[in-house]
């Protein structure tokens, strides 16, 4: 049976009343008063390479060997990678699976699949539902899922997918741990914005509606070159700039106007 701690601060003056889960990790137990939150979610944040892996794996194998039950559950690595990582630290993970103690879980996708639309985490939960009914699990890592939801290429559609799998997990009174890569740690970029996907989608179509106009097209990343922006006066994301004929104009918005472009675009599209 799991031993609980209170939370009362390092000087006694902290909040009451939080259920503390030991994460068996020679150090950080004291440093979290008594270890993670119980029936709550911890996130692990960091650039590559920090570790946040293997201190979550170190989590699931401490709790493991002293009789309770965790899930791996990975977006980023495969079985085998983990299982090699883990027997560097002198980790069994296969023994701990054939005794019930631990299952791993690898939700990763393969490089030659294809993408085609918009998807969600219901089957990943729908798995860990099933596998925590069936081990009787307390404990899951869920190491990388936003590697996984960046394919969806949307922010605000990323973190709705991180609120239901949060929301299953508490609902399910999880003790989890779940490894993240920082935003510092991943370039902000004008381009990714929505008028300006709208734009480069836009601009396909308008390739398709005059498909005998030829023109090539160099994307400027206001973020990424401001100083090229700058010379070349854009200051609006996005803008569309018509270097020939000359002289050059300067089109601004996500060009889903077709109309009011049409007439220029027409002129070439003449046989």
């Given at each position: 049976?799991?031993?609980?701690t209170?939370?009362?601060?390092?000087d006694?003056s902290g909040p009451?009343?939080?259920?503390?889960n030991?994460?068996?990790?020679?150090?950080?137990d004291e440093v979290l008063?008594g270890?993670v939150p119980?029936g709550?979610?911890?996130?692990?944040?960091?650039g590559?390479?920090?570790?946040?892996?293997?201190?979550?794996?170190?989590?699931?194998?401490s709790?493991?060997m002293a009789g309770q039950h965790g899930i791996?559950?990975?977006f980023e690595e495969?079985?085998?990678a983990?299982?090699?990582?883990?027997?560097?630290?002198?980790w069994?993970?296969?023994?701990l699976?054939?005794?019930?103690?631990?299952?791993?879980v690898?939700?990763?996708?393969q490089p030659?699949?294809v993408?085609?639309g918009d998807?969600?985490?219901r089957?990943?939960i729908?798995i860990l539902?099933?596998?925590?009914?069936?081990?009787k699990a307390?404990?899951v890592?869920?190491?990388?899922p936003?590697s996984?939801?960046?394919?969806?290429?949307?922010?605000s559609?990323e973190?709705?997918?991180?609120?239901l799998?949060?929301?299953?997990?508490r609902e399910?009174?999880m003790?989890?741990?779940m490894t993240v890569?920082?935003r510092t740690?991943?370039t902000?970029?004008?381009?990714?914005?929505?008028n300006?996907?709208?734009a480069?989608?836009?601009l396909?179509?308008?390739r398709?509606?005059f498909?005998?106009?030829?023109?090539?097209?160099?994307?400027?990343d206001?973020d990424?070159?401001?100083?090229?922006a700058?010379?070349?006066?854009?200051f609006v994301?996005?803008a569309?700039?018509v270097?020939?004929?000359a002289p050059g104009?300067l089109?601004?918005?996500?060009?889903?106007d077709?109309?009011?472009?049409?007439a220029?675009f027409?002129k070439g599209?003449?046989?």
């Amino acid at each position: 049976m799991t031993s609980m701690t209170k939370n009362t601060g390092n000087d006694g003056s902290g909040p009451p009343g939080i259920d503390k889960n030991p994460t068996g990790i020679r150090g950080l137990d004291e440093v979290l008063n008594g270890g993670v939150p119980k029936g709550a979610m911890t996130l692990l944040s960091g650039g590559p390479g920090t570790g946040k892996t293997m201190l979550g794996l170190e989590f699931l194998v401490s709790v493991a060997m002293a009789g309770q039950h965790g899930i791996l559950l990975t977006f980023e690595e495969t079985e085998l990678a983990l299982k090699n990582y883990a027997a560097g630290f002198g980790w069994n993970l296969a023994e701990l699976e054939s005794q019930g103690l631990l299952a791993v879980v690898s939700a990763r996708i393969q490089p030659e699949a294809v993408l085609s639309g918009d998807f969600d985490l219901r089957g990943v939960i729908g798995i860990l539902r099933e596998k925590t009914g069936s081990m009787k699990a307390e404990q899951v890592l869920i190491d990388a899922p936003d590697s996984f939801l960046r394919l969806l290429g949307d922010i605000s559609k990323e973190r709705a997918e991180l609120n239901l799998l949060h929301e299953w997990l508490r609902e399910a009174g999880m003790t989890a741990l779940m490894t993240v890569k920082s935003r510092t740690d991943q370039t902000s970029s004008a381009q990714d914005a929505l008028n300006s996907r709208r734009a480069r989608e836009n601009l396909q179509r308008l390739r398709k509606t005059f498909p005998r106009v030829q023109f090539d097209v160099e994307v400027i990343d206001i973020d990424k070159a401001p100083q090229t922006a700058l010379d070349q006066g854009i200051f609006v994301n996005p803008a569309l700039q018509v270097l020939e004929p000359a002289p050059g104009i300067l089109i601004y918005g996500d060009l889903s106007d077709l109309s009011a472009l049409a007439a220029m675009f027409s002129k070439g599209d003449a046989p």
